[in-house]
C-alpha cells in the first residue's frame, strides 16, 4: 500500500478573500483553485508550465498555477481572472473590456491567462512597447488568433488604464509589484 501524504492545513489570501483548505502539500494550485474553490477561470492545459493557461498573479507575480504546489502558495496572495473587475462590482476590468473590443480571444481557452499576464505587464510596464507587450506575453500560446487582436487590446488596456488609473485594480488589499525588467526599446530597463 503507497503512503498516502497527509494533509495540512492551506490558507492564502484569493481574490481578497482569506481562504483555509485542508490539502496534501503536493496538490497543484491549478487543482485547489478548479477543484476546491471552483474558481474554473483559471484552465488546465498543457499541465507543464508552457501554455499560460492557468496564469495568475502571486504575490503579484505572474505565475503558472500548474506548476506551483499547495506548499509553495501558502500564505500567498493570490488573483485569478475572477479577481479581476471594473471600478464597480459586475463591470469588467479595462483590460478584460479591451480583449472584448479589440477580438482579444477567438475560442477564449487562453484569455483568462493573457488578461492576468496582461495585467502583470501594465501593472510593471504601463506604456509598453510592442517588444514589452511581446516579451510581457511570451509565456502565454494562442491557437486561434494570429496575435493582432491580443497586441491591440494590450496597447488599448494599456491607454485606457493610464487614463483612468486602475492598472491595479484587483481585489485584494496589497500588490507587490512585479520584479520582472522590462527592456526598453532604447535598452535602458524599467
Not at 505572474?62 to 496572495?77: F, H, I, K, R
Not at 479595462?94 to 499576464?117: D, K, L, N, R
Not at 496582461?118 to 507587450?133: F, G, M, V
Request: net charge negative; charged share 20%; aromatic share 4%.
Amino acid at each position: 500500500m503507497k503512503n498516502q501524504p497527509l494533509e495540512q492545513t492551506w490558507s492564502a489570501r484569493v481574490n481578497g478573500q482569506l481562504k483555509e483548505l485542508s490539502v496534501s502539500p503536493e496538490t497543484r494550485l491549478v487543482d485547489i483553485l478548479r477543484n476546491r474553490l471552483e474558481l474554473t477561470g483559471t484552465k488546465v492545459s498543457c499541465e507543464v508550465g508552457r501554455c499560460g493557461a492557468c496564469m495568475i498573479l502571486m504575490n503579484g507575480e505572474p505565475v503558472n498555477a500548474c506548476l506551483v504546489m499547495a506548499y509553495q502558495s501558502e500564505g500567498s496572495d493570490i488573483t485569478t481572472i475572477e479577481g479581476l473587475h471594473g471600478e464597480k462590482k459586475g463591470e469588467l476590468h479595462p483590460i478584460q473590456q479591451a480583449f472584448v473590443e479589440e477580438g482579444g480571444f477567438q475560442c477564449g481557452y487562453c484569455t483568462p491567462g493573457m488578461i492576468i499576464s496582461t495585467k502583470a505587464l501594465l501593472d510593471a510596464c504601463p506604456h509598453p512597447s510592442l517588444e514589452q507587450i511581446e516579451t510581457g506575453l511570451c509565456g502565454n500560446l494562442c491557437r486561434c488568433t494570429g496575435y493582432g487582436g491580443i497586441i491591440r487590446a494590450v496597447n488599448k488596456a494599456s491607454e485606457r488604464c493610464a487614463v483612468k488609473g486602475t492598472v491595479g485594480t484587483v481585489v485584494k488589499e496589497n500588490v507587490n509589484r512585479s520584479a520582472v525588467n522590462f527592456v526598453q526599446t532604447d535598452g535602458a530597463e524599467t
